[in-house]
């Protein structure tokens, strides 16, 4: 790595702690409230407040699913998917970056063995297909699973656009949820659409068995093809 470089990356590992710092502090102002507040006051800025808000949320373990809700009510299911799915990717890189580089013994130690030794042979065995299986598949916690990828091997690149695209149907799910409700409670809204948004989260949550359905099939071509 040339000096350059160094210096670019050890300028990032700064500003990221910086970040973390500052939201370690103001932790205790994390509430749906104080959130709509500093939204309404950001006005235009309101889009990048909300993702900023989203990336410190992600790395200290707040509940996203309320964040994704929110950005539904508030911007709707396009632009909020947009925004609520840019802020949980840049929040799983930030975390991503200090198990890699920043606290990798203080994360091992919270982790635990056995999750980490599931993610580790995953990513040796699948690489960037584990991490859009994980991300399609909440099999463990988002959060968690954050940290416990930056520390595989995996490359920045191969973690970073899986995480974006395979939580697209999870997070639209969740984005439309919070917009058909937004709809219901101001009168705006129908049946139409909360039977919609209860229609997305029953495929997201029929994902699992269908993919596993799909890997069974697979292994059963694959026999028969050796055959």
Request: glycine share 12%.
């Amino acid at each position: 790595m040339s000096e350059a470089a160094s210096r670019v990356r050890l300028a990032g590992l700064v500003i990221l702690a910086g970040i973390i710092f500052i939201g370690f502090l103001n932790r205790d102002s994390f509430e749906a409230d104080t959130v709509s507040l500093w939204l309404d006051e950001a006005g235009i800025w309101g889009p990048l407040v909300f993702i900023g808000f989203y990336t410190v949320a992600t790395i200290f373990f707040l509940p996203g699913w309320i964040l994704t809700t929110t950005a539904g009510a508030l911007w709707g299911p396009i632009w909020g998917t947009v925004y609520a799915l840019t802020g949980a990717t840049l929040g799983a890189v930030a975390a991503f970056l200090v198990a890699r580089y920043l606290a990798a013994k203080e994360v091992e130690k919270r982790l635990g063995d056995g999750l980490l030794k599931k993610v580790k042979r995953g990513v040796e065995e699948e690489g960037w297909r584990f991490v859009a299986f994980t991300r399609l598949v909440p099999l463990f916690p988002f959060n968690v699973l954050n940290y416990a990828f930056g520390l595989t091997k995996i490359r920045l690149k191969d973690y970073l656009w899986p995480t974006f695209v395979f939580m697209l149907p999870g997070g639209f799910a969740y984005v439309y949820l919070g917009y058909a409700g937004s709809g219901a409670l101001n009168g705006s809204g129908g049946v139409q659409r909360i039977l919609f948004a209860i229609a997305l989260l029953a495929m997201v949550a029929y994902l699992p068995r269908l993919i596993k359905r799909f890997k069974a099939l697979q292994i059963e071509d694959e026999n028969l093809a050796e055959n």
